[in-house]
């Protein structure tokens, strides 16, 4: 069964402060390694799908990296607006194209 | 371009009612899935629909919930009767048919239901 597991559950930093947050998978078979943004009230918002490990992607003070096993998302210089939970899942090749989650960090940048 | 549509965005129901929740996927989209969050978790999928046919439904509590997709386009997800633990938010999300790299999923806002 996949499953996809994040660490820290919740993460508290001040502005500027950078870190990373983690997803360790496991799955038959990766199709992507997704993550989302989802703030209080609202549906996740997608942000970046990787493929095979080594690969990264960039937007604005996020980076996502994948390996065989986990994917991070680097937070560099984090800003009170970043403030929210991210949530990471796996898609695979196998079966429909479902996505299965992790149960998300919650993100909180103090000003 | 429109995101997908979810409606009601509140529902307060008490156990043993019924209620139902609505969804109007991106336009063109062939794949909708209904999700259900419940506090502090991550999405759960409920079922998954290939334009019309359902292609995965196997966490789906059929004793209570059902769902359809008429015409391939909208689609209801309905629960009957409603148990306390049911409270969650329930997220429809869409996505384009077709393999490869670009078949990412998008979601609605959620209907949030609370069952007293």
């Known amino acids: 069964e996949d499953q996809v597991t994040q660490s820290p559950e919740a993460l508290r930093l001040q502005e500027g402060e950078s870190s990373s947050l983690n997803c360790s998978y496991t799955?038959?078979?990766?199709?992507?390694l997704f993550w989302y943004r989802q703030d209080p009230g609202k549906g996740p918002e997608f942000l970046f799908t990787?493929?095979?490990a080594g690969e990264e992607k960039e937007k604005e003070r996020l980076k996502a990296t994948l390996t065989k096993k986990e994917s991070f998302l680097h937070i560099t210089a984090p800003k009170p607006e970043d403030s929210a939970t991210y949530l990471c899942?796996?898609?695979?090749?196998?079966?429909?194209?479902?996505?299965?989650f992790g149960q998300g960090t919650r993100l909180t940048i103090n000003p | 371009e429109a995101g997908v549509a979810q409606s009601p965005r509140y529902k307060i129901i008490e156990k043993r009612q019924s209620v139902a929740f609505w969804c109007n996927p991106i336009s063109g989209h062939a794949t909708l899935y209904w999700y259900q969050q419940i506090l502090g978790q991550g999405p759960k999928l409920l079922i998954q629909?290939?334009?019309?046919?359902?292609?995965?439904d196997s966490q789906l509590p059929k004793d209570r919930f059902s769902a359809e997709r008429l015409k391939g386009v909208d689609s209801t997800l309905k629960i009957q009767p409603a148990k306390l633990e049911d409270s969650a938010v329930y997220l429809c999300?869409?996505?384009?048919?077709?393999?490869?790299?670009?078949?990412?999923?998008?979601f609605g806002e959620g209907s949030w239901l609370t069952v007293v």
């Open positions: 899942a796996v898609q695979a090749f196998k079966g429909a194209q479902k996505l299965v």
């Open positions: 999300a869409s996505s384009s048919l077709g393999p490869g790299t670009g078949n990412t999923i998008y």
């Open positions: 629909f290939q334009n019309n046919g359902v292609v995965d």
């Open positions: 990787l493929y095979s």
């Open positions: 799955v038959s078979g990766l199709r992507g």
